[in-house]
């Protein structure tokens, strides 16, 4: 296999910058750049690295000797400095030296075709590395740690052993399973049925915390809808006047809310209007609430509940939704609940924050975070997800043929993919045309 090397900090200008080398060559190479015999493994060596009489740079060198490196592989790291300039023409040299540049994460792939992780483990150093808040930080270094291929053990387990079961049956066909055997293949049929549908069904927390939110700001003109984003977001980003009308464009900004990643949209309220710059953003509006995973509908408390009200809660009660009463903190302020006691509504102040926290949780509330919160282990890869909804299809179609007593074959077939499927997940079943498009997704250099 050929060596190959590639930047693994971040492009750009800073402080410090490593590249990796990978293979065979990989301390050889170092080596020659140094000018050296040898160096310390696992102990960083600092010295100069040369291209022809020139001094490239003065780095660290850490070699990893094979097996017991990352990739599997000798592997070595050069810490230099971070000027864009001296990370190219090292990189230069070590292709000049026989090296090749790595492809998108090229050196996960290694580590995974060396044993040294499995496929579920590599998926969660992208989703490590693309995490935007801590909690979608934690379920990725779960997923690294191996929490869920140790899930999906058991399930296997199961699986593996209603199958040896059912095969040995095969050599006895003039002969019923004893009723022991039924009841255990029954038993094993349901734990992994309850197992791999709990896995499942937390794709729907999972995906928010890996992919986020979108959550749009809706409401008439002047009910401060403005105020209340510019409270969210702690920011004076959208501005605010008296005057209705006044947002004329949906504004965005990714904020953080209960550990998941939100891209929070105020919206050109929502009115009847002649003004053709208006009417687009009225439209624009209405994509965003069409878009968004959850919209904060927003009413001024202050005044009277109206037709145009009533309306956009007609038009928004089979959405997800939070409904607000803002300005509170008024003296002509009336609670919802007086008005259309049907619909739940919270009470906030975007001018004082009052509200403002239980506005927070029933959002958390709403996104379905909760899972994520108690410590579960959370499904975020939508592989995983269409691989554990297949899988669970397989073991229904294998339990309902072994119920209604069809032969062994028609039972082990389900279950056989099933297994296979399961086995996906971590690559032990993997295709070379499936690995390449997960690793496409990486970056290079990881």
């Known amino acids: ?259 998941v990643p939100v891209l929070l949209t105020d919206t050109a309220g929502l009115r009847e209007t002649t003004d053709s710059v208006e009417t687009l953003g009225i439209e624009r509006t209405r994509r965003a609430m069409g878009d968004a995973d959850l919209v904060l509908l927003v009413l001024d408390g202050s005044s009277k509940v109206g037709p145009e009200d009533r309306d956009l809660l007609q038009r928004t009660s089979d959405v997800e939704r939070v409904v607000i009463m803002n300005k509170c903190d008024l003296p002509s302020f009336e609670s919802l609940s007086l008005c259309v006691p049907e619909v739940q509504a919270i009470n906030v102040s975007a001018r004082t924050g009052a509200g403002l926290a239980t506005l927070h949780d029933a959002i958390v509330a709403k996104l379905n975070s909760a899972a994520a919160e108690n410590g579960s282990l959370l499904i975020t890869n939508a592989r995983h997800y269409d691989l554990l909804c297949n899988a669970k299809r397989e073991i229904e179609a294998a339990r309902q043929c072994f119920r209604d007593r069809h032969s062994e074959e028609l039972v082990l077939a389900p279950l056989h993919n099933a297994l296979k499927l399961l086995g996906q997940i971590t690559g032990e079943t993997t295709t070379e045309d499936i690995l390449s498009e997960i690793f496409a997704t990486f970056c290079i250099g990881k």
């Open 1 to 259: 296999m050929s060596t190959v090397v590639a930047l693994s900090t971040p492009r750009g200008r800073g402080a410090l910058a490593v590249v990796r080398l990978s293979g065979p060559e990989a301390i050889s190479i170092a080596q020659q750049l140094a000018r050296v015999d040898s160096f310390a493994a696992r102990h960083a060596t600092l010295t100069e690295l040369w291209a022809g009489d020139e001094v490239l740079d003065q780095v660290l060198l850490t070699s990893f000797p094979a097996p017991h490196s990352l990739t599997g592989e000798d592997v070595v790291e050069i810490s230099c400095h971070g000027s864009p300039a001296i990370v190219r023409r090292i990189i230069d040299a070590t292709l000049a030296s026989g090296a090749m540049l790595a492809g998108p994460g090229e050196f996960t792939l290694r580590a995974l075709t060396n044993g040294k992780i499995n496929l579920a483990q590599a998926e969660a150093i992208r989703d490590l590395i693309a995490a935007q808040t801590d909690a979608a930080v934690k379920q990725a270094a779960r997923q690294l740690n191996g929490e869920l291929s140790n899930a999906l053990e058991p399930f296997k387990e199961k699986l593996i052993d209603v199958i040896v079961l059912l095969e040995s049956a095969l050599e006895f066909v003039e002969d019923d399973l004893p009723l022991p055997q039924v009841d255990q293949i029954e038993r094993n049929l349901e734990f992994v049925l309850a197992g791999v549908g709990a896995l499942s069904e937390s794709y729907g927390s999972g995906r928010l915390l890996q992919e986020g939110a979108k959550v749009a700001i809706a409401g008439r003109p002047n009910v401060g809808k403005s105020s209340l984003f510019n409270a969210l977001v702690r920011n004076e980003r959208a501005i605010v006047t008296d005057v209705p009308g006044t947002t004329r464009d949906t504004l965005s900004e990714a904020i953080d809310i209960g550990g």
